[in-house]
C-alpha cells in the first residue's frame, strides 16, 4: 500500500499528539486521586474533630455553670444553658451525617443517648431541690459524655493520620509510576523522531549526491529508494533523466563527426566552385586574346 510522506508526517503528529494526551490523563487522574483523599481528610475528619471539641466546650460550659449555681447558691443561667444545649444538639445532628470511619457510627449513638440522659437529668436538676448526690450524679454524667467525645476527636485525629500516610504512600507510588511512564513515551517519541529524521536524511542525501553525479556529467548514475511514497517517485524520474541524458551524451560524438564531415565535404565544393569560375575567366580571357591574334594575322 503507497504511503505518502504527509500521511507519515500526519501520523508522526497524531503519534505525539497522542503521547501528550495519555500523559496529560494520567496525571490529571493522578492528581484527582490525591484530591480526592486530601478532601476526605480536610472535610469529614476535620470536621468531626471541629465537632467534638464544639460538644466538649459547650458540655463544660453547662457543667461549669451547674456546679458555680450549687457552690454559689443561685440560679443558674437558664438562657446559657439552653444556648449550651442546643450548640451540642446542632454539633451531633452534623456530625450523624458525615459518618466515616469503622464503630464512629456505635459511638456517635452513644455520645447521642449520654448526653439526652445528662439533658434530662440537668433540667431535673434545675427543677428540683439541688443535693450533692444530684451534682455528683451528673458530675459522673458530664465526664462520661466529655470521655466519648474525646474518644470521637481522637477517632478521626488518627484516621487523619492514616489517611495522610496513605497519600503520601499514593504519592511515593505514583512518582516512579509516572516517571517510568513519562521515560516509556520519551523513548517512543524519541525512537520516531530518529526513524523520521533517518529516514529522510539518507534519501536527501543519496538525492543531493545523484544530483551532484549528474552535473559532473555521470549520466551511468541512479537512485535506489525502497517504499511507494514520493522518494520513490522522484528516483523514478531522477532515473528516467539520468537514462536519457545517458543516451544523449552517447550520440553526440557521432552528430559532431557528421558535422565534421559535412563542414569538409561544404568547404571542398566552394573551394572547387571557385576554381571552376576561375578557370572559366582565364578560358574567357584566352578567347578574346586568340581573337585578337587571328585579327592581327588578317590586317598584315
Known amino acids: 500500500m503507497k504511503t505518502s510522506i504527509r500521511t507519515k508526517f500526519t501520523l508522526g503528529i497524531v503519534f505525539f499528539f497522542v503521547i501528550i494526551m495519555v500523559l496529560s490523563i494520567l496525571y490529571i487522574i493522578q492528581l484527582n486521586s490525591l484530591s480526592r483523599k486530601t478532601g476526605a481528610i480536610l472535610k469529614e475528619n476535620y470536621f ?24 454559689l447558691n443561685k440560679q443558674a443561667d437558664s438562657a446559657l444553658l439552653n444556648k449550651s444545649f442546643g450548640y451540642i444538639e446542632k454539633s ?9 470511619e469503622v464503630g464512629e457510627d456505635k459511638l456517635v449513638l452513644t455520645i447521642d443517648r449520654q448526653f439526652k440522659a445528662y439533658r434530662n437529668a440537668s433540667k431535673y436538676y434545675l427543677i428540683n431541690v439541688k443535693s450533692a448526690n444530684s ?5 459522673t454524667m458530664f465526664l462520661g459524655l466529655n470521655q466519648q467525645l474525646l474518644l470521637l ?20 507510588k505514583a512518582v516512579p509510576q509516572m516517571t517510568y511512564l513519562t521515560t516509556l513515551c520519551f523513548l517512543l517519541a524519541f525512537s520516531l523522531t530518529y526513524s523520521f529524521s533517518s529516514y529522510f536524511n539518507e534519501r536527501f542525501f543519496q538525492l543531493h549526491n545523484g544530483i551532484k553525479e549528474i552535473v559532473s556529467s555521470n549520466y551511468g548514475q541512479r537512485l535506489h529508494f525502497e517504499g511507494k511514497d514520493e522518494f520513490y517517485e522522484i528516483a523514478l524520474e531522477f532515473n528516467k533523466m539520468a537514462e536519457k541524458l545517458d543516451k544523449n551524451d552517447q550520440k553526440i560524438p557521432f552528430a559532431i563527426e557528421e558535422n565534421v564531415e559535412k563542414d569538409m565535404v561544404y568547404n571542398e565544393l566552394t573551394e572547387l566552385e571557385r576554381t571552376l569560375a576561375e578557370m ?21
Not at 476527636?153 to 511515593?172: F, H, I, P, R
Not at 581573337?291 to 588578317?298: N, R, V
Open 92 to 100: 451531633l445532628q452534623l456530625e450523624k451525617n458525615i459518618i466515616t
Open 135 to 139: 451534682i455528683m450524679n451528673l458530675q
Open 280 to 300: 572559366k575567366i582565364i578560358e574567357n580571357q584566352a578567347k578574346e586574346m586568340i581573337l585578337k591574334i587571328k585579327s592581327y594575322q588578317k590586317n598584315i
Open 48 to 71: 468531626s474533630m471541629c465537632y467534638a471539641r464544639e460538644m466538649s466546650e459547650a458540655l463544660t460550659t453547662i457543667n461549669e455553670e451547674i456546679i458555680g449555681s450549687y457552690v
Open 153 to 172: 476527636s481522637q477517632m478521626n485525629g488518627k484516621a487523619m493520620e492514616l489517611k495522610t500516610d496513605t497519600a503520601k504512600a499514593s504519592v511515593k
